[in-house]
């Protein structure tokens, strides 16, 4: 039981600095060395999909065949998700950045009862009205406030939100896990993005991936592949060995943790309206958990009752 919770403690830690780390590293390359978004978003791919196939000769997962075209629009989407949340990154303020990511949870919802018929409680539609109020107060009173930032974390909220309908859909329709869609989206991305970079960004020269970097600058780019790849796998350990409510939960504590790192380490501006913001987004989102732990615990408990003699 002991080293059960030693291993459990240890998983959390190493999700909450890889999280962190991720956000401020890539943060920092943007700012201190302007290194090339597509670029470092190619090389966080290339770490994960190595980083996976170290895990498959490792035995961590056993890999499914699919066909290329079963993965591609998932493949497009990743790479569309993750270049944009980089690109709100670079343009906006961490805190900015960070709740703009909230606002994936209502259009998620927003998706789901357009495009798939799915309906949702009225509380759990209340609770996005804080979420959505709190993500307005704070970008329309950043002072560091961006139109091109702004318009790069909407498109980057929209393909998000796309992306994790279609994955679940695309779990329960190919009957396979998180890491073994992983497994072939990475590469497929990674090959996505090998075609695109060179007509956005430089390869060569300065400010190309194969620019004249300073040895720090190389050393911090190869750092947050490593940092991209443990966030990917400590989400899925986290969530086998104990549940998606703990890592839901856990999630709230990295969100605080992030803004105020934000604050401190870039020395971003923060008013009193942007704390109100911030502190009305957190409040609906621990709303909408809240809500929605206490109806999977009544759908579990009603299929108990149902498979009672």
Known sequence: MTSLRGRLAAGLLANLASSICIVFLN?????????????????HFAATWLGLRC???LGLFAPKSL????VLPLALSFCGFVVFTNLSLQNNTVGTYQLAKAMTTPVIVLIQSLAYGK?????????LIPITLGVFLNSYYDVKFNLLGIIFASIGVLVTSLYQVWVGAKQHELQVNSMQLLYYQAPMSCGILVCVVPFFEPVFGEGGIFGPWTLSAVFMVLLSGVIAFMVNLTIYWIIGNTSPVTYNMFGHFKFCITLMGGYILFKDPLSINQGLGITCTLFGILAYTHFKLSEQDGSKSKSKLVQRP
């Open 67 to 70: 066909r290329p075209a079963q």
């Open 27 to 43: 943060k920092w390359l943007y700012v201190r060395t302007g290194f090339p978004n597509l670029s470092l978003t190619l090389l």
């Open 55 to 57: 895990c498959q000769a």
């Open 119 to 127: 309906t949702f409680p009225a509380r759990i539609k209340l609770t």
